[in-house]
């Protein structure tokens, strides 16, 4: 590799790491409620029952029924804070193409909620089976799929989502998305992820994207391709 190669590659990296920071902020508030919500739950049954045990009231019952609450809910915490094992980068862990979809639609459910975008998923055809695909950058690149079309909707929209197939997804919007008369879909101006920036994201999931203002196709390679 030339000098001028691992330059660009350099370059390259270090967009992709600044692009898939940006997604990552833009869930954290998300995370972060995740996270607490159970720990909260935890102190408020702790927190009574050190209150009842200070008034000498204690009620073997009661008492097992909370602490088993507070088993669950540390168990909960637990699986969450593993979980943030997904948002590094280098992880090869994998999942379902339709897990990490369904996951992060809910990270984001607020936010297009905020923008006037609302969620179909239209149902899969039964008996399909989806091959693993590696966790991590999937879902970078699907979140700032989200992203884009959060930046880039200037009226309300609805998007149905469907899997055409166990390696290719669509998406319809019932209001263009980009200017119809364009020959090729631009950008917003005030756009943090757009097009070149989900390149990034695509090329390091070995995701395609196909943008029309209308429809968006996301289709992606396995394990086993």
Partial sequence: MTKEQQ?????????LAGIRHHVF???FSVLRHNLLG??????????????????DVFDKTKAL?????????LEEAVFGIRGLSIWDETSDAEASPEAI???????MSGFLTLRNISVERLP???????????????????????????????KPIDLHIHFKDPTRL???????????????AADAPHAIVDHAALKLLADAAGVQFEFSPQIIKMGWLTQKD
């Fill in 101 to 107: 979809v369904s996951a992060g639609l809910k990270l």
């Fill in 124 to 154: 899969e055809d039964s008996g399909v089976t989806y091959a693993l695909v590696r966790e991590s950058p999937f879902l970078y690149a699907w979140l700032g799929l989200l992203c884009h079309i959060e930046d880039h909707a200037t």
């Fill in 7 to 15: 330059t660009a590659s350099s370059n390259t990296h270090w967009q």
């Fill in 170 to 184: 669509e998406i319809v919007i019932t209001q263009p998305l980009y200017d119809v008369n364009a020959q090729r």
């Fill in 25 to 27: 902020l833009k869930v």
């Fill in 38 to 55: 159970p720990i909260s739950v935890t102190r408020m049954n702790h927190s009574i029952m050190r209150r009842n045990l200070e008034k």
């Fill in 65 to 73: 029924a909370r602490l088993n609450k507070i088993e669950l809910q």
